[in-house]
């Protein structure tokens, strides 16, 4: 009796796979490339952990996960790109802090709405901010810089990767904390953005630490503070922005995936599961740590909370700091 009833169900299961294609679709799911959109250029921290993340769920998952950056509008390009999407989970975001929960303070007109266009898949790494300056800058502390751009209000530019960046708005809360003023210039990504501050062209760069770890072990960027609560292992001797007298500066930059909204739940959670165990695998961890970065394994859940405990934070800060909204 009950090899009838269960060979019944499975007939009535395949009978349902048969009549709706995308219950099949994501039973078979991936079986074709899949995308992984870069909000950012190329050479700048979220590519790095963006192709970092797509090699290793391309030997997991079994289908080549290609990255496409699709920079400008401190990410609300690539993200509006996932957004309008098919929701077949072959087109994914690398979500970042500054496009999930800062740009939608600060812009108006953003072509999607963080809150409801975006299914959060799961949390990957983060990343410590710092201060970097170029090698031209009249300052070798952090209270040298202040005291340089009190003195001297917008003389020192202050690059970013874009308005509403995270690094842009690290250094929003930095003039606000200090008291020190810097000519804010926003690039379409922080790979342009370093390489000007490698030149000179802007002095103050407030950075994802992965981003200029090479120049800083090359002397060609010195790097004044962590805008970490605690010091970064990778660079050990620098303080903290509390420790050098900035204080209520913590800015630590997180990463990870996202779909567009009304993607199968059975698709989401296979990629989840795959994001999840990528994140905690030794050899990830490893290869993190040589970028300067750690790993951040969380659920859909997970995201979607920090998500809007990084919403409620920014908001207070842009409140605070009267950071105009266009």
């Known amino acids: 009796m009950f090899k009838v009833k ?18 099949h679709a994501a039973s078979d799911y991936p079986s074709k490339p899949i ?35 699709k920079p400008g509008g401190g990410g609300s390009i690539g993200a509006n790109f996932v957004a309008k999407a098919a929701p077949d989970g072959y087109t994914l975001l690398l979500a970042t802090m500054g496009q999930q929960s800062i740009q939608p303070l600060i812009s108006k007109s953003l072509p999607y709405n963080a809150d409801k266009d975006f299914a959060p898949v799961a949390l990957f790494s983060t ?12 300052a070798t502390t952090v209270a040298e810089l202040v005291a340089y751009g009190k003195a001297n209000p917008g003389k020192l530019n202050m690059a970013s990767a874009g308005i509403g960046s995270v690094n842009h708005m690290t250094g929003e809360l930095f003039m606000f904390r200090s008291g020190a ?49 605690k010091r970064s292992d990778a660079i050990a001797d620098i303080p903290t922005l509390a420790e050098a007298g900035v204080k ?31 994140a905690r695998d030794k050899a990830m961890e ?3 740590a040589e970028q300067g970065a750690v790993p951040f394994p969380g659920s859909s859940e997970d995201l979607a909370k920090l998500s809007a405990e990084e919403t409620r934070r920014w908001k207070q800060i842009i409140d605070s700091a009267k950071i105009q909204v266009n």
């Open 6 to 23: 269960a060979l019944s169900f499975a007939a009535a299961l395949t009978a349902a796979i048969s009549l709706n294609p995308l219950a």
């Open 35 to 69: 995308t992984l959109v870069v909000p950012f250029a190329p050479g700048g921290t979220v590519n790095l952990m963006g192709r970092l993340l797509a090699n290793r769920m391309s030997e997991t998952l079994g289908q080549t996960v290609i990255v496409e950056n």
């Open 127 to 138: 990343v410590p901010n710092v201060l970097a300056v170029s090698k031209n800058t009249p």
């Open 181 to 229: 003023r810097f000519e804010h210039v926003p690039y379409r990504g922080a790979g342009p953005a370093t390489s000007d501050l490698l030149s000179g062209q802007v002095q103050v760069l407030f950075a994802n630490l992965p981003n200029v770890l090479p120049y800083v072990n090359s002397g060609q960027v010195r790097v004044l503070a962590v805008a970490s609560d």
């Open 248 to 278: 209520n500066a913590v800015v630590e930059s997180w990463y990870g995936v996202m779909a567009p909204a009304g993607t199968d739940p059975q698709v989401l959670r296979k990629l989840q599961d795959t994001v999840v165990a990528l």
């Open 286 to 288: 490893e290869q993190l």
